[in-house]
């Protein structure tokens, strides 16, 4: 990867983040006001952040941001800038309590058993959750 190929990810994982964080944002309907001192930044940062412009933003920012916002978010990178981006799990399944109290003792165990594990062991097991999805998405168009 040339420094050129690094910088244009990096773009895109903050313009990515940025528009994830504004989707989220717009569907809670608080005004800009509301929302930055609940997120703990600066009003003018914040309308940055949902008017897409993110050159000056740190991509750690835009992280902590969701953190803040409540935002599940999964970055991914690839071998071209066009490759990266963000993506949101299921933000109301985060939200709401489950149908049943045996999918709410699964959850609060998987959730637990994260906490336990290490950095690496939590990136290994993402990599092989994303090589699992990939596989079924690929036998899915396989199929169709």
């Known amino acids: 990867m040339t420094a050129q190929t690094d910088i244009k990810t990096v773009h895109a994982l903050r313009t990515d ?12 309907q ?3 006001t509301v929302a930055a001192k609940r997120l703990r930044i600066p009003q003018p940062t914040l309308s940055k952040i949902l008017n897409g412009r993110v050159a000056g933003v740190s991509l750690e920012l835009l992280i902590r941001v969701a953190v803040r916002a409540g935002l599940p978010m999964t970055l991914q990178i690839g071998e071209a800038p066009e490759e990266a981006g963000a993506f949101v799990g299921n933000v109301e399944s985060t939200r709401t309590s489950s149908r049943s109290r045996l999918a709410d003792e699964a959850r609060d165990a998987l ?9 690496e062991e939590r990136l290994n097991a993402h990599l092989k959750h994303s090589q699992l999805v990939g596989a079924l998405h690929r036998a899915g168009k396989r199929s169709s």
Do not use: K, Y
Request: hydrophobic content about 40%; glycine content about 4%; cysteine-free.
């Open 17 to 28: 983040v940025a528009l994830q964080l504004a989707r989220h944002l717009g569907r809670q």
């Open 30 to 32: 608080l005004n800009q």
């Open 111 to 119: 959730l637990e058993s994260a906490r336990q594990m290490t950095p």
